[in-house]
């Protein structure tokens, strides 16, 4: 079983930035690609990005959904097994509770956009945005 820990959210006006954190205390988050989702209130929950798995560097291959594509950057720390989501000139539209989540070990991103696709999910960290 991974246990996923999201950090990071808050209160940030329009334009500002904020970076999410994915940790896990028990497990290699090297080994895992792992996806980004977010819901707002009375919406379902998006996937906004997916980072294939790593062994050999602090960062691996992105996706992103088009709605955030050049806002959003998924990176990795592998010495602070650590998934970080940048979040560059926020919108009133981006207020959400954020989500990371993992496939089992050897999953990929081939089908990051599908909640079915992941194992594990984190608890959630709320991200507001006051215009």
Do not use: H
């Not at 080994?31 to 990005?49: D, H, L, M, N």
């Not at 992103?64 to 998924?74: E, L, P």
Request: charge should be neutral; proline fraction near 3%.
């Amino acid at each position: 079983e991974v246990q996923l820990m999201e950090s990071g959210g808050g209160l940030v006006q329009a334009g500002g930035s904020l970076r999410l954190s994915c940790t896990a205390s028990e497990d290699p988050l090297r080994v895992y690609a792992i996806g980004w989702f977010r819901q707002a209130p009375g919406k379902e929950r998006e996937a906004v990005s997916c980072i294939s798995a790593n062994d050999g560097s602090n960062n691996g291959s992105a996706y992103y959904a088009d709605s955030v594509k050049g806002r959003f950057t998924a990176s990795r720390d592998n010495a602070k097994n650590t998934v970080y989501l940048q979040i560059d000139n926020l919108r009133p539209e981006d207020t959400a509770v954020y989500y990371c989540a993992a496939p089992g070990i050897g999953g990929s991103c081939l089908l990051w956009t599908r909640r079915g696709a992941y194992n594990y999910w984190g608890q959630g960290t709320q991200v507001t945005v006051s215009s």
